[in-house]
């Protein structure tokens, strides 16, 4: 199916507009899709919060940590039931 064809079964004349929806449709679906899953180990140090992700990260799955006291199982944190308060790093 071409924009073209879009465009007409949308009724829409407004071309970068379809092409912005096309790109988010991709996205969405990129985001939803479990083909290209990696997994990223990371140490964690005391009285450390931020960690590096990998910049091309699209959606998180999940996240957990080792529990060396318990037979070395991995636990899985479990999401925010809240949003977390997010603020702008200005620090140089």
């Known amino acids: 199916?071409?924009?073209l064809e879009i465009m007409e079964r949308a009724n829409s004349r407004d071309t970068n507009l379809v092409v912005a929806f096309i790109k988010d449709a991709v996205m969405?679906?990129?985001?939803?899709?479990e083909e290209?899953?990696?997994?990223?180990k990371q140490?964690?140090?005391?009285?450390t919060r931020d960690y590096n992700?990998?910049?091309?990260?699209?959606?998180l799955k999940?996240?957990?940590i080792l529990d060396t006291?318990?037979?070395n199982k991995y636990k899985r944190i479990s999401r925010l039931s809240h949003?977390?308060?997010v603020t702008e790093d200005t620090s140089p």
């Open 28 to 33: 969405r679906i990129q985001s939803n899709s």
């Open 83 to 85: 949003e977390p308060n």
């Open 69 to 71: 006291e318990d037979d």
């Open 1 to 3: 199916m071409t924009i």
């Open 43 to 47: 140490n964690i140090t005391k009285n």
């Open 36 to 40: 290209n899953l990696k997994v990223n």
């Open 62 to 64: 999940s996240i957990s």
């Open 53 to 59: 992700l990998p910049t091309d990260l699209v959606a």
